[in-house]
């Protein structure tokens, strides 16, 4: 994909992240309830986050190209697979003072949280979490996965809050200014975008060097939003990378953007609890395939055809295509890592087109010697070796074992069931009784989906 062809599909990200907030900004003012105008405000927050960092991406773009109109050379180092990154089972403790959780005193002081997540351009969120002071633990169900993710990502997690307000009366935002859902956006999407643009510059939020942050999206890049519904206020974040990642609940420091005085602050441990996962493609997918020849004693006549299959950490090796495919027992597994030496010896003759893999193996250097069939072939396997070592190196630990991702459930929006981490720990849950609570987010984005398909 050439950089035009790049550059013209953040445009139309661009567009549509525009119309989705224009459907937001408009769902928000037609709101008459508590739980739809949280939605919708939580909806336009995400959607300005996104187009910032398309901008940014933009930015980025152009400044590369002009780099390359005056002879600057991009770098040669091969680039490392891409890879899956998962952040499930987010908890953030609370530490609420002993009057008002134990003696139950004071004013219930009872806020609206949710959690945006940014890995790259790519920008994602939780549902919202009531909190008050019954709760010892803000917690999140959902599982956010980044499907094209390198090993150098920085995955910034930011939680938001606002203070609940009581009295919503019904109508309240719709009455204030008269704005229906649907009907056409008025002007073109070149215009939105530059206007999009000057105000996030406006705003700061774009940098001499092209670096976005959301941060704290506050003002809203629609002037007359300021007036409508509830506003979230950044309260917290962290940045995590490869080296926080690890299959097991991990503890991670939240560096705090909020203090006690203002109106939507939460008492944090400054600690956030999460698992975060990784799965590079080298470790799911086949890398290369294909006949072979391996030697397997120290006579060099002693030579077995074999089908490989590059995988993983190995390079499993069967009689034939068909031991493959079903799935029996392989004839030799080569241990590969990102110790492992690959070598092509000059020279040799036709039709030896050897390759040599030095490889640890159980704490013994081993050494095996495979014949491609052709020079042609020898070279396909030569340059995916190497490759794959480099992805291993790239990826570090995250190849040392196939890690879980599990599959997202649907989201329960303003329903999770919380409470305290050291409770759930040490005793059984039980099974929530009580009325079933309207998904309220499933039908906004219905909404904000349908305005999306009318709007073109």
């Given at each position: ?95 609420w003072k002993d009057s008002e959780y134990f003696k139950n005193k004071g004013e219930l002081h009872r806020c609206a949280v949710f959690c945006l997540l940014q890995c790259g351009t790519e920008i994602q969120d939780t549902g919202v979490v009531m909190v008050d002071r019954t709760l010892t633990d ?319």
């Open positions: 994909m050439n950089d035009n062809i790049q550059g013209d599909e953040v445009l139309r990200q661009i567009e549509r992240e525009v119309r989705m907030r224009e459907g937001a900004s408009k769902l928000l003012a037609a709101s008459s309830q508590r739980g739809q105008a949280l939605e919708a405000s939580k909806s336009l927050l995400t959607c300005n986050a996104r187009i910032l960092a398309l901008l940014g991406q933009l930015q980025k773009m152009r400044k590369a190209q002009i780099l390359q109109r005056v002879g600057h050379r991009p770098s040669e180092d091969p680039a490392p697979c891409a890879g899956k990154v998962a952040i499930s089972d987010l908890r953030i403790p609370l530490m803000v917690c999140f169900e959902d599982i956010i996965i980044f499907d094209n993710v390198g090993p150098d990502f920085e995955l910034r997690v930011e939680l938001y809050s606002t203070r609940e307000v009581e009295d919503f009366p019904p109508g309240a935002v719709g009455q204030r200014r008269g704005v229906r859902l649907g009907g056409s956006l008025g002007s073109s999407s070149g215009r939105k975008i530059r206007a999009t643009f000057q105000s996030a510059t406006l705003c700061g939020y774009i940098s001499t060097g092209g670096d976005v942050r959301p941060g704290s999206l506050s003002p809203p890049l629609f002037p007359y939003l300021s007036a409508l519904g509830p506003k979230y206020s950044l309260l917290a974040h962290t940045t995590l990378t490869i080296k926080h990642v690890q299959e097991a609940f991990k503890t991670h420091d939240l560096s705090l953007s909020a203090t006690e005085q203002n109106p939507f602050w939460l008492p944090l441990y400054r600690s956030m609890c999460c698992r975060l996962v990784a799965q590079p493609l080298c470790m799911i997918q086949p890398v290369i395939s294909g006949p072979l020849k391996v030697k397997l004693e120290d006579d060099c006549n002693q030579w077995e055809n074999v089908y490989g299959v590059l995988r993983g950490q190995t390079l499993i090796c069967f009689q034939s295509q068909a031991n493959l495919e079903c799935d029996d027992e392989p004839l030799l597994v080569i241990p590969i890592n990102k110790d492992t030496i690959v070598r092509v010896p000059d020279g040799d003759a036709e039709p030896h087109h050897l390759i040599c893999i030095n490889t640890q193996c159980q704490g013994d250097t081993a050494t095996y010697t495979l014949t491609a069939l052709a020079a042609e072939d020898r070279q396909r396997w030569n340059q995916a070796l190497r490759q794959h070592i480099h992805n291993l190196s790239q990826w570090k630990h995250c190849c040392d074992d196939l890690m879980k991702i599990e599959t997202p459930s649907p989201r329960k929006s303003l329903a999770v069931k919380q409470g305290s981490l050291f409770h759930e720990m040490v005793t059984p849950s039980s099974p929530r009784k009580g009325p079933a609570v309207p998904d309220i987010e499933i039908e906004i984005r219905t909404l904000l989906y349908s305005y999306h398909k009318e709007s073109f």
